[in-house]
């Protein structure tokens, strides 16, 4: 995914604001080009403090992703994080007023529509790529994920719900950006109707609605349509898209889930990282040919910095 291209940010600042998921809290969000190789990193503007968007500052995974950091937590990255890697965006500043990301519609297009709206601009870099070189898997009882070598990014997701209008779903796909766009950045959030009490027992939803979720019931779902007849599972791949940002590159690799969520996600994704001999980096296809990207160019014996 990705590979014959420079690495990308935003050509213009961009705005949104809306109100968290759980915490039903207003938060406004700046997306900010970079200048440089920084990678994707949040900035919660009150306190100063950045969090990099990676793997060892998640905290918890409760029906969402978050990042920790010297006391600031930032929730709900996940959608906002799958739509930079859907569309292959490696170096941005993610201004942050609020503790938790709008929620918006529940997926991931409103995030999609900002970021072609501002733009994408290539650096005058070449983007890195962790190549999988052999199998990593992690297990959770009957929940597990593996990721093993490809040529791309090829993901393969299965749920299974004790609810007849989701049951069990199964959707195979080698990511593109316009795969990405079409059947995954759409699939909204979703959930049961019975777990709508206990979650908000939990001080959890409380800004959830039929606008932001699809819930299902009994007698099927509650709000009018869905968006694809498998939506639950292709949000569930929206998601793992996100949460595999956290790697701090793309990822090469194919990805299986079976009954999973963001806990396992990151589980996964902290694997890999913690096995030098399962990975390699790779740069972009066309890094290995001469280009002029500066005005004056390069001398040709002049690596170009990453």
């Not at 965006?89 to 997926?107: A, F, K, W, Y």
């Not at 049961?192 to 939803?205: K, Q, T």
């Not at 939506?231 to 898209?241: F, I, N, P, S, Y």
């Amino acid at each position: 995914m990705h590979r014959n291209r420079h690495a990308q940010t935003l050509s213009k600042p961009a705005t949104l604001s809306g109100r968290g998921l759980h915490g039903n809290l207003p938060c406004t969000v700046v997306l900010r080009p970079a200048e440089r190789a920084s990678g994707i990193t949040f900035l919660h503007t009150p306190t100063g403090i950045e969090i990099p968007a990676a793997s060892e500052f998640v905290g918890d995974c409760s029906l969402a992703t978050s990042l920790t950091k010297d006391g600031v937590r930032l929730q709900t990255v996940e959608h906002l994080l799958s739509a930079l890697m859907g569309l292959g965006i490696d170096h941005l500043t993610i201004e942050v007023d609020g503790e938790e990301l709008p929620i918006l519609d529940g997926s991931a297009e409103p995030w999609v529509r900002l970021i072609l709206e501002a733009g994408i601009r290539p650096m005058a870099i070449w983007p890195h790529y962790m190549r999988i070189l052999k199998p990593v898997e992690v297990r959770r009882g009957d929940k597990w994920m593996r990721v093993s070598p490809w040529n791309g990014l090829r993901l393969a997701y299965t749920i299974v719900y004790d609810n007849p209008f989701i049951g069990r779903q199964t959707r195979e796909m080698t990511l593109t950006t316009e795969k990405y766009t079409r059947e995954l950045g759409l699939a909204r959030t979703f959930c049961l109707e019975s777990d709508i009490e206990f979650m908000r027992s939990r001080g959890l939803a409380k800004g959830g609605s039929l606008d932001n979720a699809v819930v299902f019931g009994a007698n099927g779902p509650l709000n009018e349509s869905l968006r694809y007849e498998d939506e639950a599972v292709r949000h569930k791949m929206m998601d793992l898209v996100g949460d595999l940002a956290l790697l701090g590159a793309s990822l090469e690799g194919f990805v299986e889930a079976h009954c999973a969520g963001h806990a396992l996600h990151v589980e996964l994704a902290k694997a890999i990282l913690a096995d030098p001999t399962a990975w390699t980096w790779a740069e972009s296809e066309i890094g290995a040919r001469p280009r002029k990207l500066f005005p004056q160019g390069l001398p040709a014996a002049h690596p170009i910095p990453a």
